[in-house]
Each structure stands twice: as C-alpha cells, then as structure tokens.
C-alpha cells in the first residue's frame, strides 16, 4: 500500500524566515495531496490541496509544490510568525477517496523572534 | 474552519470497559471517516461511510470496533472492549462525495485506556 515519508521531524525557524516541508509518496495512482496544521490539544486544520492535475498553488502565505515524476510534495511557510507554531502533516490518496487518508509523520515547527 | 462536531474530547476508561465516541458531521457532509492518531504520530485509517453505509473498513474496526452513521443521530465510534493499545485520539472527518476529496476534521476525542 501507498507509503509516505515526511522530513524534516522538527523545523525550528525565526520570524520572518521560509520553512519547508517535504513528503514523498509510494503510490503513482495517488490522486489527492494536502497539508493540515495540528495546535497542541486540537484537530487537524486543512491548510490546502490539490488535485495531481496542478502542479503549484499559492493561498496566504502557503505554497504547494507537487512533482509526480519523483513523487514530491512540498509545502512552503514563507514569512513564518509564532502562530505558524504547530505540527505540521502531509495527506494523501488514491482517487478512491473510500481509502482514507494516508499520512506522514508530522513535521514540528517552531517558529522564534 | 471545520464544523465537525466531536464528544466526549477525553475519555478515561479501564481495560476491558466498553468506550464510546461521537461525531455530528459538517452540514451537508454525507461521507464521515474515522481515525485513529496515536502518540507517535502515526495515523490508521479505521472506517467510513456514506450516509448510512459502510464505504470501507479496516480488519482491527471489524473485531472490537463498531460504527454506525445513523439517520438524523450523530456518528458513531465504539471499541466494546478498550485495551491499553487503544489510547490514542480518535478524529472523526467529513467531506462531500463522488470526486471532492477534501476532508474537514473534528478536534478528536483523546481516550484514555488505564
């Protein structure tokens, strides 16, 4: 079954500077990517997706990058403030979305003045 | 920011005792998934379903696991038997069908399992 692998673990990052995340995927039928946030003590908070047709998307502050030949999606905080501080996961999957989800580990980022 | 609607948010129970969760999906959200995060992070896809059917489930959800999606009644999550193994937070997730594939989450309920 489909595999992802999300790095780095632990982003630490001051104040105004980029952070970016990267997952890489098994499965080249993988239809469906996205990126939630995850505060301490809460749920998962949809950031964006992406369908495989698109390449890049830029909303608020976020960029997706996706790259099916080497099966790379990546995610860019630019300008990055204190209330980016979260967990940060990719989310995958086939188009049958009956599927769920299939997750990376989680990326911790900290952002610090 | 999602709607999904999870209770209780922690949930305290003995081996053995019978554990229970619930989810009231976004409006107009006909498809609901449940997971299971545990403290590592790593995410297991559980169960869903649409409207009232069973999509998909995996083999763990069919032995100790039941779910139900009920008529005008919140989702729901229930482990008959808790085990230690099944402390973890429990996200319940809708979307809308047939193609969109965005999922919106609930802020999970934590059990507990002493």
């Known amino acids: 079954g489909e595999q992802v692998e999300q790095r780095p673990p632990h982003l630490s990052v001051r104040e105004g500077d980029s952070a970016i995340i990267i997952c890489t995927y098994t499965d080249s039928a993988t239809a469906y990517f996205s990126w939630y946030k995850q505060e301490a003590g809460a749920g998962l908070q949809l950031l964006m997706s992406v369908l495989s047709n698109v390449d890049r998307k830029e909303e608020q502050g976020l960029t997706v990058l996706l790259n099916k030949k080497d099966k790379r999606l990546s995610l860019n905080l630019t300008a990055a403030h204190p209330g980016d501080s979260a967990v940060y996961f990719c989310?995958?999957?086939?188009?049958?979305?009956?599927?769920?989800?299939?997750f990376g580990l989680g990326t911790r980022v900290s952002v610090f003045p | 920011n999602s709607k999904v609607i999870q209770t209780p948010r922690y949930l305290v129970k003995g081996q053995g005792q019978k554990a229970k969760m619930r989810c009231i999906p976004e409006?107009?959200?006909?498809?609901v998934f449940w997971y299971q995060q545990n403290k590592n992070n790593e995410f297991k896809f559980l169960i869903n379903f649409q409207n009232q059917e069973v999509l998909q489930q995996i083999d763990m959800t069919e032995k100790r696991f039941s779910a139900e999606c009920p008529s005008n009644s919140p989702c729901s999550l229930e482990i008959q038997s808790s085990e230690a193994g099944d402390s973890a937070l429990y996200l319940c997730a809708s979307s809308l069908p047939g193609g969109r594939y965005e999922q919106y989450f609930g802020p999970g309920t934590r059990l507990t399992v002493l």
């Open positions: 989310a995958v999957s086939a188009r049958n979305y009956a599927q769920g989800l299939t």
């Open positions: 409006k107009g959200h006909p498809v």
